[in-house]
């Protein structure tokens, strides 16, 4: 008996062990050699953003501030880390849309461009769908990029002011959670801004990060890439 207690330890310390997030120091190992790869040798690394609002640059008054997201403070911070890289951003991110209509043009308006990586950031939107819709949609977003060897890092939501994201059963908090699930389950990468949002939260500023109701203004979006950053570590 004692010896078949030990087992299932051992099952459930595999089974946790196997549903991880990628590790952040290994997972772009391939990108990151190309980008410290000189001319001649050197090639474009396509970064391809897919989701909503936020990534697409949303500000207040349906201004989109392209220069001042999140992707392309990405870009900015990387060119001074890697100055020998051709580095495109491409963002697929349609403000207001979901997870679910994503994925319908995924192969068409996303895999088209041969993503070196590959970021989805849909949670915000996502929370007014069904769960198990969106999973489902996740899924097969994952599976399509990974079935061409594209690296995948997956988003958790920015806030929405009107919901008060310390309160574990506001809407957005399931949605966050299914993200770090499919993380480990597909062992991608994972950016948490939500957890870093909170800490925000617990200090009472959260407003110095948002540009609107439901978008972050630059600090906000700063916020963020500090989270993709870590990925990208030499």
Known sequence: MRNLFFLIHLLAVSLASIAQPADSATYLTDVKNELITVWPKNRTINLVFHGHSVPAGYWHNHEVHTLESYP??????????????????????????NSIKGQTRFES????????????????NDRFADI????????????AAQ????????????PDQRLNILDNKNP??????QIRTLSGQYHTGLADPYEQFKVVAKRGNL?????HVNHPNRAGHALI??????????
């Open 147 to 158: 079935a061409k060897k594209i690296p995948v890092i997956l988003l958790t939501p920015s």
């Open 72 to 97: 392309n403070l990405l870009l900015a911070t990387l060119k001074e880390r890697y100055p020998y890289a051709v580095i495109n951003v491409i963002v697929t991110a349609i403000g207001g849309e």
């Open 109 to 124: 308006d996303v895999l088209v461009h041969k993503p070196d990586v590959l970021f989805i950031d849909y949670a915000l």
């Open 132 to 143: 198990g819709k969106v999973r489902e949609a996740w899924e097969k977003m994952i599976k």
């Open 172 to 177: 957005l908090e399931p949605y966050a959670e």
């Open 207 to 211: 407003t110095n990060y948002m540009s």
């Open 225 to 234: 890439v500090d989270e993709l950053l870590k990925w990208f570590r030499k």
